[in-house]
Every structure is written in C-alpha cells, then in structure tokens.
Nanobody, 123 residues
Framework: VQLQASGGGLVQAGGSLRLSCAAS????????MGWFRQAPGKEREFVAA????????YYSDSAKGRFTISRDNAKNTVYLQMNSLNPEDTALYYC?????????????????WGKGTQVTVSS
C-alpha cells in the first residue's frame, strides 16, 4: 500500500496550494479518504475527508470555507485545494485512508497513512 502526497511548498499568506495524494495497493474507491496535518510541537489533527463516491465532504472548523477536498476514483487520487492560507496552516500534511465511515477516520481511526508533504506559509 502506498499513499504518495505531493504539492506542498512555501507560499505567502493569502496564497493557495493544491495537494495531491496518489494511492496504490488497495481498492481506492471503497475507502474514505482524508487529510490530516501536524504542526511543530502539536498533535496531528483532522483537516478534511471525502466519502467513497466523492459525494459528501467534511471539514475541520479551521478548514471550512477555505479548503476543498475532492477525489478522482479513476485516478486513485485525492486532492486538497487550500486557499487563503495563513501562517497557522504551516504543517506537515498527510493523506489517510479508512475502510469504514468518515467519523472513524476523523477521529484518527486510519487504516493507511501516507508520508507527509510540507506546507509552509510565510507572513
């Protein structure tokens, strides 16, 4: 199983980034997919999730209105479009997969974790 995240980088406050996570080794379309992040000295936190059929999406309060999660089951890829970034968004961003329900993933009950991609927002 592999979850390969990409798209991180350095951006100024107010800017945008689009993260991608390419999955392999499992039946992508049957898994709930999500994004988490971990800032230095802080615990890893839930950011966003999307159901198996790319229908309903779920966001943390800090992500709501600024971030958009989406998925392409034909490409086995999940995306996180991040707009209006601020320095508090600086973190290592991880994609995650869960065979189950969104609520379980959001609470950290993840089956597969990807390696993170660094997002740094300068003020």
């Amino acid at each position: 199983v592999q979850l390969q995240a990409s798209g991180g980088g350095l951006v100024q406050a107010g800017g945008s980034l689009r993260l991608s996570c390419a999955a392999s080794g499992f039946t992508f379309s049957t898994y709930v997919m999500g994004w988490f992040r971990q800032a230095p000295g802080k615990e890893r936190e839930f950011v966003a999730a999307v159901r198996r059929s790319a229908g309903r999406t779920y966001y943390s309060d800090s992500a709501k209105g600024r971030f958009t999660i989406s998925r392409d089951n034909a490409k086995n890829t999940v995306y996180l479009q991040m707009n209006s970034l601020n320095p508090e968004d600086t973190a290592l961003y991880y994609c995650a997969a869960k065979l189950g329900v969104v609520e379980d993933l959001a609470l950290g009950g993840v089956d597969y974790w990807g390696k993170g991609t660094q997002v740094t927002v300068s003020s």
